[in-house]
């Protein structure tokens, strides 16, 4: 069974950092690019970053480079998104996501319908 699990959110204030991460099961990970995105309340959701099944290339939508950095360690399965200097707009749930990228080792992916499996998302509450 194919299983992403976020974790890492929480309620922080505006200034703070956080690392999320989303262990991956039941799939190769090293075959599959990363996404992250976010959903605010009564938002659509969004993309955050992305990065290639090696890691070599990243990708920030605008509202977070500089203030983030995503990663990945396939020895352990796992994906990380650090955000630091957060602000009460990056208030929402962030999801990661996979699709199968093994003949794209360099290809990063930034619509939701790239994707073709989702976390369960972790809240992540930025307060002023």
């Known amino acids: 069974q194919v299983q992403l699990v976020e974790s890492g959110g929480g309620l922080v204030q505006a200034g703070s950092s956080l690392r999320l991460s989303c262990v991956v099961s039941g799939r190769t990970f090293s075959h599959d690019a990363m996404g992250w995105f976010r959903q605010a309340p009564g938002k659509e959701r969004e993309f955050v970053a992305a990065i290639s099944r090696i890691g070599e290339s990243k990708y920030y939508t605008d509202s977070v480079r500089g203030r983030c950095n995503i990663s990945r360690n396939n020895a352990k399965n796992t994906g990380y998104l650090q955000l630091v200097s957060l602000k009460p707009e990056d208030t929402a749930v962030y999801y990661c996501?996979?699709?199968?990228?093994?003949?794209?080792?360099?290809?990063?992916?930034?619509?939701?319908?790239?994707?073709?499996?989702w976390g369960q998302g972790t809240q992540v509450t930025v307060s002023s």
């Open positions: 996501a996979v699709r199968w990228s093994m003949n794209y080792s360099f290809s990063i992916y930034m619509a939701t319908a790239d994707y073709d499996t």
